[in-house]
């Protein structure tokens, strides 16, 4: 049984040869990548048989072994995997769960990423050849420590099956993936900021020496242990390990006798009461496109990932910004501008996500200046709360009062002149849009007019008109307080100036595009 799972995978692996030129060439770059990987890594871990230090090459061994437990424990869980050995297409051959169970494990150690961490592993224990009782722990953990990666892969793989098997958990699943991904740059660049030649060694054993006895690291952590003598910590740490992986083998073998008993978990419509935000808000086609506007901003996925993915963006400013050494009391004016920022430019393409539907305005003789104005309702009533909150939090953590009505008029005027921009530019230059009902995560090619230049010219059009309003801010900052008064009175008159004159200009162009806004939505539908 065992053989045929094997021939099973390797026959999945040869039919991957199979494919188109391109997809078959992009493989052969992963597996020299994958190769050119295991070569550096292996010669490393033999180098380092000959250093004299065996507490750093330890240390080193301990994160790198973390490290490489966590990947493959939680790529599978953020990001979801196509398991081509599900446990759930074996349910009608009445297998043993136990025998299943390990038929899949195993067949799980024949990968690219599994087969270059077994020869990794694999050269630790060259790495600890100082004697024979090294040899053997070495030998031990190194199992230990390969079987903790494959299983704890299978586990997540099996979870994330369960999780994402319905569209809005796969995407909401990539939101999270995305936020890992953008705190690990963050962690990247504070990394990059330590003076490694003087405080690397000491931050790095102080890491090691907390992994070593967590599951992470405790496999990778015994030989070395052993290797200085600490035969009691090396066995403590070869059980921790131990147990780990029969943890995570029972929880393997119970999750494949859950798969397959359960049926694949489907997607359920919600039961809403009501007609939602349409009882809300009065009469009239601009309350009613208002109201559609929230309830898709709500329940459309192209629309809340945007929006969730908007806060971090500002986090990841924040530290660039003071690794670059600015002081910490104006990194905190930066924030609430960019969350406006990106929350008025957010509708700048919201005609395109409506595809065809556009015809309902269109045929019911709405005029454009209802649709405009009815679309800039979400980002409005999410807006006013985040100025409010985000420039009383920004003047406390500024220091001083003095810039409250300074902030609050650069991040205002910020966001109603991208939403009067907005008003135009989705109008006048809509570009190809994720479909309604498709993954947020994916882009529709484009031709004509480029989506990438009609993103650069809306976004930094805000910037250039409020970049008035943001040299008073700093001249009253620096130079003299009296500019702080004159930033609120310019922002009024730019913000608000821009806000209606793209009201307007917006609903003419509406107006006159009429048929070309559908010709748009049947084109790229």
Same mark, same amino acid.
Request: glycine content about 10%.
């Given at each position: 049984?065992?053989?045929?799972?094997?021939?099973? #995978?390797?026959?999945?692996?040869?039919?991957?040869?199979?494919?188109?030129?391109?997809?078959?060439?992009?493989?052969?770059?992963?597996?020299?990548?994958?190769?050119?990987?295991?070569?550096?890594?292996?010669?490393?871990? =033999?180098?380092?048989?000959? =250093?004299?230090?065996?507490?750093?090459?330890?240390?080193?061994?301990?994160?790198?072994?973390?490290?490489?437990?966590?990947?493959?424990?939680?790529?599978?869980?953020?990001?979801?995997?196509?398991?081509?050995?599900?446990?759930?297409?074996?349910?009608?051959?009445?297998?043993?769960?136990?025998?299943?169970?390990?038929?899949?494990?195993?067949?799980?150690?024949?990968?690219?990423?599994?087969?270059?961490?077994?020869? $990794?592993?694999?050269?630790?224990?060259?790495?600890?050849?100082?004697?024979?009782?090294?040899?053997? &722990?070495?030998?031990?953990?190194?199992?230990?420590?390969?079987?903790?990666?494959?299983?704890?892969?299978?586990?997540?793989?099996?979870?994330?099956?369960?999780?994402?098997?319905?569209?809005?958990?796969?995407?909401?699943?990539?939101?999270?993936?995305?936020?890992?991904?953008?705190?690990?740059?963050?962690?990247?660049?504070?990394?990059?900021?330590?003076?490694?030649?003087?405080?690397?060694?000491?931050?790095?054993?102080?890491?090691?020496?907390?992994?070593?006895?967590?599951?992470?690291?405790?496999?990778?952590?015994?030989?070395?242990?052993?290797?200085?003598?600490?035969?009691?910590?090396?066995?403590?740490?070869?059980?921790?390990?131990?147990?780990?992986?029969?943890?995570?083998?029972?929880?393997?073998?119970?999750?494949?006798?859950?798969?397959?008993?359960?049926?694949?978990?489907?997607?359920?419509? #919600?039961?809403?009461?009501?007609?939602?935000?349409?009882?809300?808000? %009065?009469?009239?086609?601009?309350?009613?496109?208002?109201?559609?506007?929230?309830?898709?901003?709500?329940?459309?996925?192209?629309?809340?990932?945007?929006?969730?993915?908007?806060?971090?963006?500002?986090? $990841?400013?924040?530290?660039?910004?003071?690794?670059?050494?600015?002081?910490?009391?104006?990194?905190?004016?930066?924030?609430? %501008?960019?969350? $406006?920022?990106?929350?008025?430019?957010?509708?700048?393409?919201?005609?395109?996500?409506?595809?065809?539907?556009?015809?309902?305005?269109?045929?019911?003789?709405?005029?454009?200046?209802?649709?405009?104005?009815?679309?800039?309702?979400?980002?409005?009533?999410?807006?006013?709360?985040?100025?409010?909150?985000?420039?009383?939090?920004?003047?406390?953590?500024?220091?001083?009062?003095?810039?409250?009505?300074?902030?609050?008029?650069?991040?205002?005027?910020?966001?109603?002149?991208?939403?009067?921009?907005?008003?135009?530019?989705?109008?006048?230059?809509?570009?190809?849009?994720? #479909?309604?009902?498709?993954?947020?995560?994916?882009?529709?090619?484009?031709?004509?007019?480029?989506?990438?230049?009609?993103?650069?010219?809306?976004?930094?059009?805000?910037?250039?008109?409020?970049?008035?309003?943001?040299?008073?801010? &700093?001249?009253?900052?620096?130079?003299?307080?009296?500019?702080?008064?004159?930033?609120?009175?310019?922002?009024?008159?730019?913000?608000?100036?821009?806000?209606?004159?793209?009201?307007?200009?917006?609903?003419?162009?509406?107006?006159?595009?009429?048929?070309?806004?559908?010709?748009?939505?049947?084109?790229?539908?």
């Amino acid at each position: 049984m065992v053989a045929q799972f094997l021939g099973v #995978k390797l026959r999945i692996m040869g039919n991957a040869f199979r494919r188109s030129p391109w997809q078959v060439f992009g493989l052969v770059i992963g597996l020299l990548y994958g190769a050119f990987i295991t070569v550096l890594v292996v010669g490393s871990l =033999v180098t380092a048989r000959l =250093v004299t230090d065996v507490s750093a090459t330890h240390s080193v061994v301990v994160v790198i072994g973390a490290v490489a437990v966590l990947g493959f424990a939680l790529l599978p869980l953020l990001f979801g995997v196509d398991d081509t050995l599900d446990p759930r297409e074996f349910a009608l051959f009445g297998i043993p769960n136990r025998t299943l169970a390990t038929g899949l494990l195993l067949a799980g150690l024949i990968g690219i990423p599994s087969l270059v961490l077994i020869v $990794c592993a694999a050269a630790t224990v060259v790495t600890w050849s100082q004697n024979p009782a090294t040899v053997l &722990v070495a030998l031990i953990a190194a199992a230990a420590g390969v079987l903790t990666c494959v299983v704890a892969s299978r586990v997540t793989t099996a979870i994330a099956h369960v999780l994402f098997a319905t569209r809005r958990s796969r995407e909401a699943g990539g939101v999270v993936g995305i936020l890992v991904l953008l705190i690990i740059g963050s962690v990247v660049l504070l990394l990059l900021t330590v003076d490694w030649a003087r405080d690397g060694f000491g931050a790095l054993t102080g890491a090691a020496g907390w992994l070593s006895w967590t599951p992470l690291g405790a496999a990778w952590s015994a030989p070395g242990a052993a290797a200085q003598g600490e035969w009691g910590a090396a066995l403590l740490q070869l059980l921790i390990a131990l147990a780990t992986v029969g943890l995570l083998w029972l929880a393997w073998v119970g999750l494949v006798g859950r798969v397959v008993a359960t049926p694949e978990r489907e997607g359920h419509s #919600k039961a809403y009461r009501g007609l939602g935000w349409f009882d809300r808000l %009065p009469g009239g086609p601009t309350a009613a496109i208002a109201a559609r506007s929230m309830t898709y901003w709500g329940r459309d996925a192209r629309y809340w990932v945007s929006i969730v993915l908007i806060p971090v963006i500002p986090i $990841c400013v924040i530290v660039v910004l003071i690794l670059a050494g600015l002081p910490a009391h104006y990194v905190a004016l930066v924030p609430l %501008p960019l969350v $406006c920022l990106f929350l008025g430019w957010s509708i700048h393409n919201d005609l395109a996500f409506d595809s065809t539907a556009i015809w309902l305005h269109l045929v019911s003789g709405t005029r454009g200046i209802a649709d405009r104005a009815g679309r800039m309702f979400p980002p409005v009533v999410v807006g006013i709360p985040v100025l409010v909150v985000g420039s009383i939090a920004t003047t406390i953590a500024f220091g001083d009062w003095a810039v409250l009505p300074s902030v609050a008029a650069l991040s205002g005027a910020i966001l109603v002149i991208g939403l009067g921009l907005s008003s135009i530019t989705s109008v006048l230059l809509p570009y190809p849009a994720t #479909k309604p009902g498709d993954s947020a995560f994916t882009q529709p090619q484009t031709s004509g007019a480029s989506a990438a230049t009609v993103q650069a010219l809306s976004f930094f059009a805000i910037v250039i008109l409020a970049s008035p309003v943001l040299v008073f801010l &700093v001249l009253g900052l620096t130079v003299n307080a009296f500019w702080l008064a004159i930033a609120p009175v310019v922002a009024v008159l730019i913000g608000f100036g821009t806000l209606f004159l793209g009201l307007w200009l917006g609903g003419r162009v509406f107006d006159r595009r009429g048929p070309e806004l559908m010709a748009f939505a049947n084109r790229n539908d």
